[in-house]
């Protein structure tokens, strides 16, 4: 995040996202950067079938929230 004129700007720090439908519904969606870093946001569906999954997401999206004016 940065301060303009008009108020903070908001940037993402990944290239592009791939988001996987199973069903017609998202059960993921993985961002990635040129340097290999990715981030992957698991859907409820997805965190109720598998259990257990890389909280980073929701850890940085909580975080991001908490930073927010």
Known sequence: MH???SGPIYTCD???AITVTIDGKQFTRTWWDMGGDTV???SPVAKSQLGIWDTQYDDDRAAWLRSRP
């Open 3 to 5: 301060e303009a004129e």
């Open 14 to 16: 990944y290239t592009g």
């Open 40 to 42: 992957t946001d698991f």
